[in-house]
């Protein structure tokens, strides 16, 4: 039985490896015998029998007993202990009969003689009634039979017997050596796979409480327990389970035993070292005997941690990119409302004398709508829909010069420490907004240290290629300038830390929700990308990553904007918002120009074309019905190759929407705008040259 139980966990391994030592069991527990070629004899086969008598008519008379068997056989016989010796190593007997009281040498000690120079005969004592005892003695010595001379008919009977019985040990022996090689190839196979391999009798009421008959060792390098802590612990596989995963592994391995079919469970192990859980995989198939019911279950887990976290970086990278996209539209359509909000307040507000006490009303409105023009912008900064101004720079002079307000910001009880990677950093960026990245870094450090702490910040230069990408597997290889940010608070749990970069998420009593959200976008914005590791009351380590710029670009300046002036030219405003139109009009008229409005881009190619030589300028949104913003400028441009185009806009000039204006040099207005910005940029695209 301890065969059997040795051998079932292969099963799962190989079929192959499974039949023989199950065919073999089946054979040994029914009586048949299991022989290899060496193990078959042929009645016919020539028998060597070696016989140490020393009494010549006894002698006589066990030969011709002998001879009457159907066997061919050679027979010598030995008077002398001399003899006896040569002949053992000379003639190579089968069968060796000795008389119990041989002359001149112990039986005993002619047994041990045997054992050590022919050690496949077979010892066959002869004896008479007074030597009875002696031949009991050899029996227990390990000798064959015994045979008296009174009955020398049972002899051949007795040699056949003797032979049969050597016959049994050695195959028992010959298919225990097999089934030792065999297990122990096996066993090596299992320690080779990556999987957990395992059995367990169980019951069918009972499905957790069974005995744990088998674990590969593959399980002390995913959670740190030794095969052997499993034997003697029944309780302690379902110990290690997550508590909340137990109630899905319990309602599935239910499942798997009512249907008898096997199963597929994903569940967390606590590892014994580190105390955090790994993901395993378990595929288990049930056993059931003839009666029918459960008798064990068989499985195979494998580690797939590193497979869940991908999937939770996947499932995070598409609701962020989607949260994105949605922050990204609502934020231009409240830069459209904003427009309005803004431009017709400060219309307002110039026409009201002084002493007016509307004025102080329209102030308020303004005030108002300047912050949530900033909220635009951050929203913008999320969604990587804001302007850049980017220029090249040394992350290393940018930590120094931040490092001098790290202490009005984060106050005297904490510890600030900046290690900074000796070597180039360079990188192109907006380095106002790779500020505004670390001051939302170190300020949400400052709250996550309420008693006083340390925080650390690093920079280095770090090559993500094959290797590195193994932690961060889902960004472009190449090289990257890491900024870190790491502080000695209370941490965050695996739910917050999930969540930390959402916007308008936020843990604390009083904010917005959107520091982090911002830093986010910002940094994929740039091309970048940013993590988070965090434990509670451990601390948390934000790593931002921007790309390593190899050389220094041009960096292009922009003048000052110059006094507001008006102008008599005509202009065509193109803007599908019915309000942001009628404001734009007024504006520009109000300054002196002839302006012709559209809604959408064919009505824009439909006036032009009438009005051929008298536009100076085209005002028009990028993003409209029926004809976009970028197709109409082509279609302007093939009436009037010195067609001068504005284009206005509430997304970013990098986003897929604008990105086309960056790459033609076109003038673009962000939204929202006010006035004065209207009527400023109006006038510089007019005497461009």
Sequence with gaps: MKLWHACRPYSIVSSQAWEFPRLFVVARLSGLRVMGSKGVESPNTDRRILLFEGDASIAHVVERELRRSNRTLTLRTVGSPEEFLNELVGFDPAVVLLDARPPGIDPIGALSIVRERAPSAVFVVLTDVA?????????????????????????????EAALEKQRAQEETQRAERVLRESEQKHRLVLESIDEIVYRVSTSQEYPFRGLVEFVSGRVRDIIGYAPDEFMTDPNLWINLVHPDDIPVLTESTMRIVQSCKPGLRE????????????????????ERGEDGRLTGLLGVARDITDRRRLEDQLRQSQKMEAIGVLAGGVAHDFNNLISVILGYSELGLARLPPDQPARACLQ?????????????????????????????????????SFAMMLTRILGEDIEVTITKTPGSTLVNADESQIDQVLLNLCTNARQAMPRGGHLTMTTRRVNLD???????????????????????????????RARVFEPFFTTKEVGTGLGLAMAYGIVQQHGGFISVESRLEQGTTFRVFLPFATHMTRVDRTNPPGPIRGGTETLMLVEDDLQVRELACSILANLGY???????????????????????L????????????????????????????????????????????????????????????????????????
């Design 131 to 159: 030597g009875e005892s002696t031949a009991l003695e050899c029996l227990k010595a390990g000798a064959s039979e015994y045979v008296t001379t009174e009955h020398l008919i049972r002899l051949n009977t007795a040699i």
């Design 618 to 689: 085209v005002v028009m949104d990028v993003v409209m019905p029926k004809l976009g913003g970028y197709e109409a400028y082509q279609m302007l441009r093939s009436m009037n190759p010195a067609v001068k185009v504005l284009f206005t806009s509430g997304y970013a000039a990098q986003s897929v929407h604008v990105n086309f204006v960056l790459k033609e040099g076109l003038n673009l207005l962000q939204k929202p705008y006010r006035p004065a910005d209207l009527a400023i940029r109006v006038r510089e695209a007019i005497d461009d040259k």
């Design 594 to 616: 002839t302006v012709i409005a559209a809604e959408d881009g064919v009505q824009a190619v439909h006036l032009f074309e009438d009005r051929k030589g008298q536009i100076e």
């Design 364 to 400: 308020n409105v303004i005030a108002a709508g300047s912050r949530a023009a900033e909220l635009t912008r951050k929203l913008l900064a999320f969604s990587r829909q804001q302007v850049l101004q980017t220029r090249p720079f040394h992350i290393n002079d940018r930590l120094d």
């Design 466 to 496: 094959e290797a590195g990408l193994t932690v961060y597997p889902w960004v472009l290889p190449g090289e990257f300038v890491e900024v870190t940010v790491a502080d000695s608070g209370i941490g965050m749990n695996e739910q917050v």
């Design 267 to 286: 569940y967390r192990l606590r590892h014994k070292e580190s105390g955090e859980f790994r993901w395993v995989e378990d595929r288990v198939i049930p």
